[in-house]
């Protein structure tokens, strides 16, 4: 892919990248409390009474587990960083598209069935346009609502990897990432302010240091210590923090739990989320942990994806016959079963096709614009390139 001579790559320290257990095992924790939360604290009906009556001691607390979300931006910061390393463009699309479509495209699938043919009627009925929307990832921008409300985030993410990607297409320096971990809130934060809705959608001003002091802690952990780096870190903590106050407590989480959140309580949470990324990656627990995190960090994103909508309808179902409690982990574990099954049956074998597929094709894009531009009569080209 292209990349300017004078721009050097982000060089690779290490052949292989190396797995950080713990950190999926994080990412799984995660996942579990906006799960919690769904089920025990944002507004449903499905428990026949409101959630705050069903839950009156846990409503309260896991409230907080919206928060969650903004330890998978912290932890996505870092991770994607050390994806996009020694990578060109086209690795980098492969290996984001393999990993993040089949999960999402079964999730898509499996949720329209629910709602339109095992529990059809229901306030979240899904039409035709929305499920090819939805597809794309790209619904928010074609004004269809999400076949299930947790793929908000899929939304703030996919313009993280556009970053990436731009970045990607000039060379992956130290240089531009220490650039845009600074300019990248900072000029959202202008957009926010400003009032240009465009540039706000298209830089995530409530989010972007989160995905920014994630990257930073992952230059801090593959280059090392440094003051720059750490009043980097320190300046997208404090812009977090503001913006999951003015995001979460002030909004979200009156609005979709009925709770008025403690400001304190939030700044807390996250500066231990950025303490907890950093602790588990830039100390020697980087390297410890078991094999089994693997596997909890694998069924991260497939519970994820499908827990909300067949998690109510579970709930919905069976509240009259089951006590709270107990239907609470019985709906936990069916959704870590249904994770389970994507992650086996989907995710394992259509992600190795779909990344060696979209490998074969980025590649045969790169010899193309080679040969166009080595062929005889063009910039650079010579009959030699005939023989």
Known sequence: MFTPASAPQFSPLATSRPRFLLLDLTRFGAAMAVLIYHFTSRKTEVWGVPVAEQFPHLAPISAYGALGVQLFFVISGFVILLSAEGRSIGQFVS??????????WAAVLLTTILLLWI???GDDAVSL???????????????EPHVDGVYWTLWVELRFYVLIGIVLAFGLTERRMIGL?????????????????????????????????????YLIHSRGHSLLRWMLLGFNVAIAVRQTIAQEIYDRMPKYSGFAGDELVAAAIVIAIFALVALITLTPLAHRGWRWMTYAGALTYPLYLIHEQWGRWIIETLHAEVPPVALLGLTVLACLLLAAAIERWV????????????????????????????APGTAGGSRSAEI
């Open 129 to 143: 346009p929305q499920f090819f929307a939805n597809l794309t990832m790209l619904q928010e921008t074609m004004g």
């Open 119 to 121: 529990a059809p009627g």
């Open 95 to 104: 290996a984001r598209a393999a990993r993040l479509l089949p999960a999402y």
């Open 181 to 217: 971990a600074f300019l990248w809130p900072f000029l959202a934060l202008v957009a926010q302010e400003s009032g240009n809705a465009f540039l706000a959608t298209l830089l995530s001003p409530s989010y972007a240091p989160l995905f920014a002091g994630g990257m930073v802690l």
């Open 347 to 374: 995710e394992r074998p259509l992600r190795p096709i779909l990344r060696r597929g979209l490998d074969r094709s980025f590649d045969a894009l790169d010899r193309r614009r080679a040969d166009t531009k080595d």
